[in-house]
């Protein structure tokens, strides 16, 4: 095989994998693997999904490419004899050395992300519990008196409201088996575990309605688990739970 040959293998490689990569994660509307963010966090965790994607890929095509160059270059042909070879110390160092350092500097980009995400939450705004069950959510917001689980409390069935900009502390929990808290829109998903209490925080970036999903398979009704999450401004938001007091306690 000669060097030609092997430059028109890599440069198909990559003129393939460029346009893929360009529509998948390019411009507005050519989006297929994340959907829409709606949190202030889910920039950074999609930025490292694409770097970890586009490094995992790029190194996946060099090594299909170069798998492929080996199998041409040196197939089997009449009068060519195979020799026998140790390696090579530089090259082992290289690609070992390299792909070390990659990770490294993965571990302290997801660390940081993860930190922020899970670490200790910002000082928020309100606080809410979210509670699984075969097969609801119950939503429990905290009262006039700004504490959970005391008289006032407002509660609901699948249906949540969040105000925009305003950071939530949500305790989760859940009455009977595991289910999973999952808004896709926020990239939270998070297990509801009996006898534990679960805590992430969010600060929606913008209005909208978005689904809770159970991401648990929790028993026959799983399938019909959903929620409805409302994100409204913080006037519509009160104005909201003032209504849920009314009606509901
Ligand atoms: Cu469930």
């Not at 075969?134 to 009262?143: K, L, V």
């Not at 249906?159 to 926020?186: E, G, K, N, R």
């Not at 509801?192 to 689904?211: F, I, M, Y």
């Not at 398979?217 to 519509?236: D, K, N, W």
Request: proline share 6%; aromatic share 10%.
């Amino acid at each position: 095989m000669t060097p030609r040959l092997v430059r028109v293998v890599i440069s198909g490689a990559l003129g393939v994998a460029w346009p893929a990569a360009a529509w998948a994660f390019g411009g507005s509307g050519a989006r297929v693997w994340l959907p829409e963010s709606y949190s202030t966090y889910a920039p950074a965790i999609d930025q490292l999904f694409y770097v970890v994607l586009g490094l995992t890929g790029g190194v996946f095509f060099l090594v299909q490419g170069t798998l492929l160059v080996f199998l041409l270059r040196y197939r089997r042909r009449p009068g060519v004899s195979a020799h026998y070879t140790h390696g090579n110390n530089t090259v082992e160092i290289v690609w070992t050395v390299v792909p070390a350092l990659i990770l490294v500097g993965l571990l302290i980009n997801s660390q940081t992300v993860w930190s922020h995400v899970r670490g200790t939450p910002p000082p928020h705004d309100l606080e809410l519990e979210v509670q699984g069950e075969q097969f609801a959510w119950n939503i429990r917001y905290a009262g006039p008196d700004g504490r959970l689980h005391t008289d006032d409390d407002i509660t609901t069935i699948n249906q949540m409201q969040l105000p925009v900009q305003q950071t939530a502390l949500v305790h989760l929990a859940s009455t009977d088996v595991i289910h999973s808290f999952f808004i896709p829109q926020f990239r939270v998903k998070q297990d509801a575990v009996p006898g534990l209490r679960g805590r992430l925080w969010v600060t929606p970036t913008r209005e909208g309605q978005l689904e809770i999903v159970c991401a648990e398979l929790c028993g026959l009704g799983h399938y019909r688990m959903r929620g409805f999450l409302t994100i409204a401004s913080p006037e519509a938001f009160q104005a909201w739970l003032a209504e849920q007091t009314q009606g509901g306690t």
